[in-house]
């Protein structure tokens, strides 16, 4: 009689756990990266402060890719790229109405090159973070932004 009861224990909780798990979302990795697009872009601050950005490109690929390249008034470009794979953190200091963005990764594994600097001229180096300027943005937001970076992160080690 044990038995008959430890097996019924143990298929009830099965039971339960197959509802659970077919009740959960499963998003696939376009829908992450796309979100992860749309949310960056839509709350990038692009108002003109010390720095004289005159444009600027943000891009998350479908191949895990984080890119921001900002353009000077000056002609000097900036570029920095990372794999969402090697993502680790995000920090954000400011205020819902403005602030910036600090997308950490595990190692210099942030790609980053400059390009007609007349100071210092073109340089190539590693970092570990990236950091993106933003405005108007929810803690909510931000806290689902971490929360699919890291789902982003444990479905790419999934597959592999």
């Known amino acids: 009689m044990k038995k008959f009861t430890l097996l019924l224990k143990m298929c009830l909780f099965l039971s339960v756990c197959v509802v659970f798990m077919a009740f959960t979302p499963v998003f696939s990795f376009d ?19 010390s720095l004289s950005v005159d444009r600027y490109e943000l891009n998350v690929t479908n191949n895990g890719f984080c890119r921001y390249k900002r353009h000077f008034t000056n002609g000097k470009v900036e570029y920095f790229s990372f794999n969402l794979l090697k993502f680790k953190d995000l920090d954000y ?34 970092a570990t973070y990236m950091v993106i300027p933003l405005k108007n943005i929810e803690p909510q937001d931000l806290s689902d932004l971490h929360e699919r970076l890291i789902r982003l992160n444990t479905q790419r080690f999934a597959q592999k």
């Open 31 to 49: 829908e992450q990266t796309n979100y992860i697009q749309k949310l960056l872009s839509s709350h990038y601050d692009d108002t003109p402060g």
């Open 93 to 126: 200091y400011g205020t819902d109405k403005s602030g910036h963005l600090f997308l950490r990764t595990k190692n210099d594994d942030v790609i980053v090159q400059t390009y007609n600097d007349k100071d210092e001229g073109d340089v190539d180096s590693m």
